[in-house]
């Protein structure tokens, strides 16, 4: 799935200053560029989030993340802690460790539910489940997560930039809860389970109905009615598909197999 990950750019940028030189004490990049797990010395809280702020910039993210953390522990009550979470956030999730990335969104929002920025966290938390999708032969548990948190975005900041984002992964992600249906759908009608097999593609028309696998299911459903010797269901689905989607591939399909296995049935 693809990153777009919008910042809330006009907030992000640091106070002018000059930066400070900072030696950093184990905290530099370990093995595979993972930040090594050591304690990082007490320092002033611009120049640490500064040093952050840098690492993220050029591209070490954990090491970035673990320094916006220790702007929020060090510095609890100072104004930038409550920035050093958000950024946190982002930055883990740059680094792909979707699950710290949604705990420190998630706790951004616990401490500052009404907070401008809270839209952004709650897109971010979005983000990581969505990254997450597996394709449909795996179990889609995250699939729908990240369906829940898109619809979340969509309901409580309309109008937003993220909604607007968030409505076209909507979109995606059913269409892809509907190709796991399908897929299940066909195991089923291959080994021959006729009912389990129309159960899954009626899930598809009765919930994703805008997807790419209407037209598909709509067919299915010919095939597994005929196959439990009700050709007057099968034909009501022929109909739907003539209806919707005449002269497409899948009606001449349905079609023909109508007049092959039912030929006796009103015709479609």
């Given at each position: 799935?693809s990153?777009?990950?919008?910042?809330p750019s006009?907030?992000?940028?640091?106070?002018?200053?000059?930066?400070?030189?900072i030696a950093l004490?184990g905290?530099?990049?370990g093995?595979?560029?993972k930040?090594?797990?050591?304690?990082?010395?007490?320092?002033?809280?611009?120049?640490?989030?500064?040093?952050a702020?840098?690492?993220?910039?050029?591209?070490?993210a954990k090491t970035?993340?673990?320094l916006?953390?220790e702007?929020?522990?060090?510095h609890p009550?100072?104004?930038w802690?409550r920035?050093?979470?958000?950024m946190?956030?982002?930055?883990?999730y740059?680094?792909?460790?979707?699950?710290k990335?949604?705990?420190?969104?998630?706790r951004?929002?616990?401490?500052?539910p009404?907070n401008k920025?809270?839209a952004?966290?709650?897109?971010?938390?979005s983000?990581?489940?969505?990254?997450?999708?597996?394709d449909?032969?795996?179990?889609?548990?995250?699939?729908l997560q990240?369906?829940?948190?898109?619809?979340?975005v969509?309901r409580r900041?309309?109008g937003?930039?993220?909604?607007?984002?968030a409505?076209?992964?909507?979109d995606?992600?059913?269409?892809?809860l509907?190709?796991?249906e399908?897929?299940i759908?066909?195991?089923?009608?291959?080994?021959?389970?006729?009912?389990?097999?129309?159960i899954?593609?009626r899930?598809?028309i009765?919930?994703?109905q805008?997807?790419?696998?209407i037209?598909?299911?709509?067919?299915?459903?010919?095939?597994t009615?005929?196959?439990?010797?009700?050709?007057?269901?099968a034909q009501?689905?022929a109909?739907?598909?003539?209806?919707?989607y005449?002269?497409?591939?899948w009606?001449e399909?349905?079609?023909?197999?109508?007049?092959?296995?039912?030929?006796?049935?009103?015709a479609?």
């Amino acid at each position: 799935m693809s990153k777009l990950a919008f910042l809330p750019s006009s907030r992000v940028v640091l106070l002018a200053g000059a930066a400070v030189a900072i030696a950093l004490t184990g905290g530099c990049s370990g093995r595979g560029g993972k930040p090594k797990d050591t304690a990082y010395v007490a320092r002033d809280v611009d120049s640490l989030y500064l040093e952050a702020k840098k690492r993220l910039d050029q591209g070490e993210a954990k090491t970035a993340a673990a320094l916006f953390d220790e702007v929020e522990r060090q510095h609890p009550y100072s104004p930038w802690a409550r920035r050093a979470q958000l950024m946190s956030a982002f930055s883990y999730y740059s680094a792909r460790d979707y699950t710290k990335s949604i705990q420190s969104a998630q706790r951004f929002l616990s401490i500052h539910p009404g907070n401008k920025d809270a839209a952004y966290a709650y897109y971010l938390v979005s983000l990581c489940y969505y990254e997450q999708i597996s394709d449909v032969s795996r179990d889609q548990k995250t699939t729908l997560q990240a369906l829940t948190a898109l619809n979340d975005v969509v309901r409580r900041f309309p109008g937003t930039r993220y909604a607007t984002d968030a409505k076209l992964k909507v979109d995606l992600v059913n269409d892809h809860l509907a190709g796991k249906e399908m897929d299940i759908g066909r195991f089923y009608e291959r080994a021959g389970r006729w009912l389990a097999a129309d159960i899954r593609f009626r899930n598809v028309i009765d919930k994703y109905q805008t997807t790419s696998h209407i037209q598909e299911a709509l067919f299915r459903l010919v095939e597994t009615n005929l196959s439990m010797g009700v050709p007057e269901e099968a034909q009501k689905y022929a109909a739907v598909l003539g209806a919707n989607y005449p002269g497409s591939e899948w009606y001449e399909k349905a079609h023909a197999l109508m007049q092959r296995h039912a030929p006796g049935t009103k015709a479609i």
